[in-house]
């Protein structure tokens, strides 16, 4: 795995004022600075406002049913980078490595809840067709007892994705080296 982007960025050495406040406390909390924050390095105050909107969102969900959703929604984005990291945190609370294999396979097959693989199916379904959804799709996750909060959320969580995902890839970030053996052991089921 490379650390390069396709544009200009900013090392850990040369960071001064916000971007190395960002920088060190990357550091502090994952012992590395993650190529997504280097992605956002020229700019510095985005990477901070949307680390942000993406905690104040996930705030609103359970760990598991946030993770599920973002999964599901870089499946769709055939973002690399975003499962391994979001393969990482469920991997780390609770769900095996077989079954995430499972997940990338079909998640409808994979074990979960009833209300997991509708959350999963919505949350593709609106980066693959936004424009498609119906009443009938939020009446889906209401009969699932999902409250309209939750449905936001849901949604909330899978746009943020695209925004991050589609930087991510537009720009070059890799996945970090901290993912090299998830991604041994997914490299058959990953986009390229």
């Known amino acids: 795995m490379k650390d390069l982007m396709f544009i200009q960025t900013i090392s850990e050495a040369e960071a001064e004022g916000k971007l190395r406040d960002i920088y060190q406390g990357d550091n502090k909390n994952m012992g590395y600075v993650p190529n997504h924050a280097k992605v956002f390095s020229l700019r510095p105050e985005v990477l901070e406002t949307w680390r942000a909107f993406q905690g104040s969102i996930r705030k609103n969900l359970r760990l598991r049913r946030y993770e599920l959703v973002t999964f599901a929604a870089a499946m769709a984005l055939n973002c690399r980078y975003c499962l391994l990291a979001h393969g990482t945190i469920l991997i780390n609370n609770g769900i095996s490595l077989a079954q995430l294999r499972l997940i990338l396979k079909n998640f409808n097959e994979a074990g979960l809840e009833e209300d997991e693989i509708t ?36 949604t909330l969580t899978a746009t943020m994705r695209s925004f991050a995902s589609k930087t991510f890839d537009a720009l070059g970030a890799e996945p970090d080296a901290v993912y090299k053996e998830l991604e041994l052991q997914l490299a058959d089921l990953l986009p390229a």
């Open 119 to 154: 959350m999963m199916a919505f949350a593709q379904k609106i980066i693959r067709n936004a424009n498609e959804i119906k009443q009938s799709d939020i009446d889906v996750l209401r009969a699932h007892k999902l409250d309209d909060a939750e449905i936001l959320d849901i």
